[in-house]
T-cell receptor, first 116, second 109 residues
Framework: DTAVSQTPKYLVTQMGNDKSIKCEQN?????MYWYKQDSKKFLKIMFS???????INETVPNRFSPKSPDKAHLNLHINSLELGDSAVYFC???????????????FGPGTRLLVL | DAKTTQPNSMESNEEEPVHLPCNHS???????IHWYRQLPSQGPEYVIH???SNVNNRMASLAIAEDRKSSTLILHRATLRDAAVYYC??????????FGAGTQVVVTP
């Protein structure tokens, strides 16, 4: 059983296009995240949602818009794709327990986006 | 956010222990110490985390210095499957993990 799944696994598209990446978790967690890993392999958090509410929004261009239809899903829509958006995008989820710090985050397999 | 310093790479022989150091001299009292690893072409995988006391789980042990300015991740018996990039991360903000460059662990048969 896949805990955190992402679709598609690979995405090749032209500059200027709009694309979406979907993420689903079946762990019953209340918090979900999007991370970006660039060509230098640095992982950076982009967004986090807790119970469908945005709680972390790092300095990300507003071309990136996350949407959480329910606690188990967090999608990422990207408008007007640019060459610099080429990266691997990882979704993750966790269950936050007040007073116990940040629990384990479970990551999906990643979506490899290539913008031509 | 407080930063961590890790060696770029470490090499180990199979079935020997691996001790991965992490310095975090600017750690605050509420920072948890997290370790994740990333195997090639996969998403990061949670390894262990702790606050003040040493922690053990089925994957590894985490030894935290008394002043909390450093910690060591211990893989008791390295296998080829343990070859990965290991990240030491401090978490202060709720839900936020700031990944650094990590330590590339190479396991030699």
């Amino acid at each position: 059983d896949t805990a955190v799944s992402q679709t598609p696994k690979y995405l090749v598209t032209q500059m200027g296009n709009d694309k979406s990446i979907k993420c689903e978790q079946n762990l019953g967690h209340d918090t979900m995240y999007w991370y970006k890993q660039d060509s230098k392999k640095f992982l950076k958090i982009m967004f986090s949602y807790n119970n469908k509410e945005l709680i972390i929004n790092e300095t990300v261009p507003n071309r990136f818009s996350p949407k959480s239809p329910d606690k188990a899903h967090l999608n990422l829509h990207i408008n007007s794709l640019e060459l610099g958006d080429s990266a691997v995008y990882f979704c993750a989820s966790s269950q936050v327990r007040p007073g116990q710090g940040l629990g384990a985050q479970y990551f999906g397999p990643g979506t490899r986006l290539l913008v031509l | 956010d407080a930063k961590t310093t890790q060696p770029n790479s470490m090499e180990s022989n199979e079935e020997e222990p691996v001790h991965l150091p992490c310095n975090h001299s600017t750690i605050s009292g509420t920072d948890y110490i997290h370790w994740y690893r990333q195997l090639p072409s996969q998403g990061p995988e949670y390894v262990i985390h702790g606050l003040t006391s040493n922690v053990n789980n089925r994957m590894a042990s985490l030894a935290i210095a008394e002043d909390r300015k450093s910690s060591t991740l211990i893989l008791h018996r390295a296998t080829l499957r343990d070859a990965a990039v290991y990240y030491c991360i401090l978490s202060r903000s709720w839900g936020k993990l700031q990944f650094g460059a990590g330590t590339q662990v190479v396991v030699t048969p």
